[in-house]
């Protein structure tokens, strides 16, 4: 049984930083490949980063150079570092999982196998 639990969220003021996580289970988390995605209601989920099972990563442009992906494998965990939030990243954050070594296209949903219900992230 495969589960994602993102926490890590919260209400920030524009310009501060938060680290999302992503704890996984019920899988051989070192042989998936990883995703953050992000939706706001009313939208379509928007891909922010991914992470191969290689630690290959690869960043949206619309958040590169503030946002990285990261994972530590012994904790079966994903991490989201966010800096120099703004008031238009606010969203419901999720992450995915896709039993494979790596997917293509990356920011793809249908790429994903398995989602987590999210953490909420308000900048003001």
């Known amino acids: 049984h495969v589960q994602l639990v993102e926490s890590g969220g919260g209400s920030v003021q524009a310009g501060e930083s938060l680290r999302l996580s992503c704890v996984v289970s019920?899988?051989?988390?070192?042989?998936?490949?990883m995703g953050w995605f992000r939706q706001v209601p009313g939208n379509e989920r928007e891909p922010l980063a991914s992470?191969?099972?290689?630690?290959?990563?690869s960043v949206a442009d619309s958040v590169k150079g503030r946002f990285t992906i990261s994972q530590d494998g012994a904790k079966n965990t994903l991490y989201l570092h966010m800096n120099n939030l703004k008031p238009e990243d606010t969203a419901m954050y999720h992450c995915?999982?896709?039993?494979?070594?790596?997917?293509?296209?990356?920011?793809?949903?249908?790429?994903?196998?398995?989602w987590g219900k999210g953490t909420q992230v308000t900048v003001s």
């Open positions: 995915a999982a896709a039993p494979r070594s790596t997917v293509s296209p990356w920011s793809y949903v249908v790429s994903y196998d398995y």
């Open positions: 019920g899988y051989c988390y070192s042989t998936y490949c």
């Open positions: 992470i191969d099972s290689d630690g290959r990563t």
